[in-house]
């Protein structure tokens, strides 16, 4: 079983965001991590891969920071990696960030392409099902579980207010959600070797694509300005006794809220 | 003129909030004169189902195939799709709910066209659209605007208001999907729909959620009591699901659900960051915290600096005075 799995390096849940430029550009504190769901679909990997053998592999899009994530997929324990290296990929929409993953999956079969649910930054979780329909295949979103049999697969998701089990054909596109595993932390020889690692690096011309249709050039839709989040008024404090002070958080919930 | 296709999801015999919401705003766009809008429900549709929609769309597509008996992302968009290069809508719009976010990217990869995910505000009549979303768990808003149309937006549920039904109901329009069942990948083998009638998180007017303040999971008992007195859905900090108190599909943050109701009641939680990110766009916030400095209240509007086990119980019985119940 070959499993390629999708990732990405973002920045930290902590890190610190300014808006620059009067809403034209971010600026992001250097704290990065990789994608809390990618972490599940690497393991998951590694794990179709103790049980069934085969070749894991790493794939992101990014510059600077992106290759930590392969070198994370290698100290846990992937067999390859590949980065998709060029000053044309950045800044893409879900679209043309998709297409470009979907032609570096496309060069090599393999069984299984697995990622995260969404990543934490962009939160757009459009690559995945994009990824699948580019390549023809079937997909299943947000799985909690996955059982691989000859040629087939079948996936267990949370949906609103309950669960499905599908089964489906293979090669598939999996996205993965907390409760599938819990990743492995990456053994210290795992992270020696990630050190050292080589890795391969793709341009556009290589995935047979132009540089118009990858990153900015190639997007759909486009950010035309950054702004704060609509801040909350300070907080008011309600005092008293615990009884008297729920009895004003009613009220206030009630008459002068009206939200009850 | 120019349409707009409307997707209208529906489960177990109800219209999902989030499409009620786009077929109201849709009322608003086709009033203005400017564009035709359609609506149209993939797969089974009962007569009760019909009623309930036709006052909210002048012409209600249903697109019907044996394939579509059951949720798959391939076979829904492929349907969509096809309906979409046929009537070459301008946009096509969908609740950002499990469903819609699963399947629309399929159906613009099909179109080659755009897709702006989980939408909190637009802007109708900015040509192009204007398109408010946010990112990094809610830190900043982006306005995201289509290079080129057609193009499609999912809205996050509880964005728009829902209009009362209007007097004058549209007419259906019966179309078959034609799916190719060799081409269908996915089979559905089970779908299992636990705590039937509970409204799902990311629907909710009112969230009361516990975090570890409430020290066992059967104090949780006193979360659900206030909920139920509220009429709301319990919610549930990362720290209680990872300790096996509360199930996965009860978590709001980063790597749970994201919510925006009108009311989100935080009950021994310390505010960690990524619990904000699931809950920073709910309308009105109450926190109940003992901890004076509990970076909940940096996020809420409204804070009781109290032990919880007095405050809740007290409050769940307030509001039954009020109700008489």
Redesign the interface.
């Known amino acids: 079983m070959d499993v390629v799995v999708l990732a990405k390096q973002v ?1 930290d ?2 890190a610190a ?1 300014e ?1 620059k430029g009067e809403g034209a550009k ?1 600026e992001v504190e250097q704290k990065f991590t990789t994608s ?2 990618d972490e599940f679909a690497l393991e998951e990997a590694l794990r179709i891969r103790e049980r069934h053998g085969g070749r894991v592999k790493v794939i992101t899009l990014g510059a600077g920071k992106a290759t930590e994530v392969l070198r994370t997929g290698i100290a846990m324990g992937a067999d390859e990696a590949l980065l998709l290296d060029n000053a044309a990929f950045l800044d893409g ?3 043309s960030t ?1 297409l470009a993953l979907s032609r570096a999956v496309g060069k090599a079969p393999c069984d299984i392409i697995l990622c995260g649910r969404q990543a ?11 990824v ?3 390549l023809g ?6 799985i ?1 579980k996955l059982d691989i049999g000859e040629g087939k697969a ?1 996936a267990e998701s ?12 293979l090669p ?1 596109v999996f996205t993965v ?3 599938l595993n819990e990743p492995r932390v990456a053994p210290i020889t795992g992270v020696m070797k990630a050190m050292k690692a080589q890795i391969p690096r793709m341009t556009p011309e290589d995935l047979g694509l132009s540089a118009q249709e990858v990153g900015l050039a190639g ?11 609509k801040k ?2 300070p ?4 005092d008293g006794e ?2 008297e ?3 004003e ?2 009220k ?3 008459e002068v ?1 009206r ?2 | 003129m120019e349409t707009v296709l409307i997707f209208v999801e529906t489960k177990g015999g109800e219209v999902k909030k989030a499409s009620l919401e786009l077929l109201s705003e849709g009322r608003k766009l086709a009033q203005s004169g400017r564009l035709k809008v359609e609506a149209a429900v993939l797969g089974p549709l009962p007569g009760a189902l019909v009623d309930k929609l036709l006052p909210y769309t002048e012409t209600l597509v249903h697109i019907d195939d044996p394939l579509l008996e059951a949720y798959t992302p391939e076979a829904y968009a492929t349907a969509l799709a096809g309906y979409a290069q046929e009537a070459k809508p301008k946009m096509i719009l969908a609740g950002a709910t499990q469903t819609g976010r699963d399947f629309l990217p399929r159906v613009a990869v099909l179109l080659g066209c755009g897709v702006v995910s989980d939408v909190t505000a637009v802007a109708w009549e900015d040509d192009p659209i204007t398109c408010v979303r946010p990112i990094y768990g809610g830190k900043v808003l982006t306005e995201v605007s289509p290079a080129a149309y057609p193009v499609i937006v999912t809205t996050r549920p509880n964005t728009f208001a829902i209009a009362e039904p209007g007097s004058a109901p549209g007419s259906v329009v019966e179309r078959q999907a034609g799916l190719d069942a060799g081409k269908m990948q996915t089979k559905v083998l089970r779908v299992e729909q636990k705590q039937k009638g509970k409204v799902d998180l990311t629907e909710a007017d009112i969230i009361v959620s516990g975090g570890r303040g409430l020290k066992a999971a059967e104090n949780f008992a006193l979360v659900e009591e206030l909920a139920a007195a509220l009429g709301g859905t319990v919610g549930a900090a990362r720290s209680v699901v990872d300790a096996g108190w509360r199930p996965q599909e009860d978590q709001v943050g980063k790597s749970g659900k994201t919510v925006s109701p009108k009311l989100y009641i935080a009950i021994g939680i310390s505010g960690a960051i990524h619990h904000i990110m699931g809950m920073d766009t709910s309308k009105l916030v109450l926190a109940i915290n003992r901890d004076p400095n509990a970076i909940i209240f940096q996020y809420a509007n409204y804070g009781i600096v109290g032990d919880l086990f007095e405050v809740v119980p007290a409050m769940t019985a307030e509001l039954k005075k009020r109700t008489g119940a």
């Open positions: 920045p849940a902590e965001i808006i971010l809390i769901f929409d879900g679209y998709a934490i930054d962009d939160d757009r979780g459009e690559v995945g099902p994009m699948a329909q580019f295949l079937p997909h299943v979103g947000g909690v079948v949370l949906t609103e207010g309950g669960r499905e089990v599908v089964e489906l054909s598939a959600q907390k409760g997007s759909k839709v486009r950010v035309k300005r950054y702004l704060p989040p909350r008024p907080v008011k404090m309600i615990a009884a002070a729920a009895a958080a009613v206030i919930l009630a809220e939200v009850i």
